[in-house]
């Protein structure tokens, strides 16, 4: 069995991008690794909490999508919460053993964690500012639209998606990558250059 970890800034299409290759591969799934982070943010929420010096009536409103405020605070907050997310992960996939031949890991924090070196390919999805702000306000639209649930806590909040845009994996830590996908064109083209990972990560496995 194989691993893809897919990773990116808030906007860049990581998710798109991931369920389009596993369209492409046969026998693969994709590990969502957002459920377990959101879990262990909620666990070590008030350690994070403390960690950050984040007080008074701060405190009720931080969650766990503004941590992504700078690379050296999200590194702070992953670094809490990593072990047991990535041991969640490991778990999952432990279960597709046997059962399918690739596993897609979609997380934008995969460079900085030790789920990196489990992965045998990486894919690093990015976007221009532009294009991921407009993204992520349309998301805010409807905040059920991606099955996450109830997202109201971004409330348009306009600085906070801004800092989020400006956290880019490709600048940041995105030459750790194995392959590239500029997600500022049209589908077909994004679908074209997905193609060209596929067809180079199935040929080295034939």
């Not at 808030?10 to 377990?36: E, L, P, R």
């Not at 750790?176 to 496995?205: C, M, P, R, S, Y």
């Amino acid at each position: 069995m194989k691993i893809i970890g897919v990773f990116g800034g808030s906007g860049t299409g990581k998710s798109t991008v991931s369920k389009i290759i596993n369209k492409k591969i046969n026998n693969s799934i994709i590990v969502n690794v957002d459920q377990y982070m959101h879990e262990q943010f909620d666990i070590k929420r008030e350690e994070i909490l403390n960690t950050l010096n984040i007080k008074g009536s701060d405190r009720n409103k931080y969650i766990c999508n503004h941590t992504v405020q700078s690379l050296e605070i999200n590194k702070i907050a992953i670094g809490i919460m990593e072990k047991d997310v990535c041991l969640n992960v490991l778990n999952e996939i432990n279960l597709y053993k046997g059962k399918y031949d690739y596993v897609i890991i979609d997380w934008y924090a995969i460079p900085l964690t030790r789920l990196y070196d489990i992965c045998n390919y990486t894919v690093c999805v990015y976007a221009d500012y532009n294009k991921r702000l407009n993204r992520l306000i349309n998301r805010l639209k409807d905040s059920n639209i991606y099955g996450y649930g109830d997202r109201s806590y971004w409330s348009y909040e306009q600085e906070a998606i801004e800092k989020r845009v400006k956290i880019t994996a490709l600048n940041d830590y995105g030459y750790k990558a194995n392959f590239f996908i500029e997600n500022n064109l049209n589908i077909e083209d994004i679908k074209l250059k997905i193609d060209e990972v596929v067809n180079t990560i199935q040929n080295k496995n034939l």
